[in-house]
Structure formats: structure tokens, C-alpha cells
């Protein structure tokens, strides 16, 4: 699925299944608690916490799965074409440090 498909499949999803997207607040808001999700299991899998007893079984793609249908849903609100928009970031990003990580001497 590209991203475009991506944008098209929820926007039918929120139409049918969804009735009508939640405001943009709203939704920031709850792309901010699936980010939460996502910190949470990364704390725990890959950082010094641990899981209390039976916490450990959350699938980590399906919670970076929920950050992204949020963020379509809020791009898809506002107007973003979020192909067009990483192609732009990932230009901005090769201008702007092309050398800059080669030369990080904190990255070998």
C-alpha cells in the first residue's frame, strides 16, 4: 500500500465505518496517546523499565499502526499530501546533512 492508498483507505474507513472524523484536537490529542503507547512498550522492551505482570504481550507494530492511521486521519483533515510531504523532508534532509552525520564522530 503507498502512502497515498494509505490516506484514500482511511479517509473511506472514517466515511463508513467511523461516521465523520474527530476534530483536530481531538485527534491530536489522541495521536499524542498512541505515541504514549508506543514510549511505553519502548521503555520497557529496549530501556531500563519493566512490564508489570502480564503487560508484556503488547505487539509494538500494532501500536505504530494506531500512531499512523491517527497522523493520516490529521493529514487528511488539514490537507497534507504525505507523499509529497516526506519526499519534501527527505530533500530537505539530504541538503541539510549530507555531511553532518558522516562527520558525528558520536556515531562510530
Partial sequence: ???????????????TTGVR??????N???LMEEVG?????????????SFKKG???KDLGDEFADVLFVLI??????????TEALNKSMAKKSIRDKDRHK???KLF
Avoid at 492508498?5 to 472514517?14: R, S
Avoid at 486521519?73 to 504525505?82: E, F, P, R, S, Y
Fill in 1 to 15: 500500500m503507498t502512502i497515498k492508498e494509505a490516506q484514500e483507505a482511511v479517509d473511506q474507513w472514517i466515511k
Fill in 21 to 26: 472524523y474527530f476534530n483536530e484536537l481531538t
Fill in 28 to 30: 491530536t490529542a489522541i
Fill in 37 to 49: 503507547e508506543v514510549a511505553r512498550i519502548m521503555a520497557r522492551r529496549y530501556g531500563e523499565q
Fill in 55 to 57: 503487560e508484556d504481550g
Fill in 73 to 82: 486521519c490529521l493529514a487528511n483533515q488539514t490537507g497534507v499530501d504525505l
Fill in 103 to 105: 562527520n558525528n564522530e
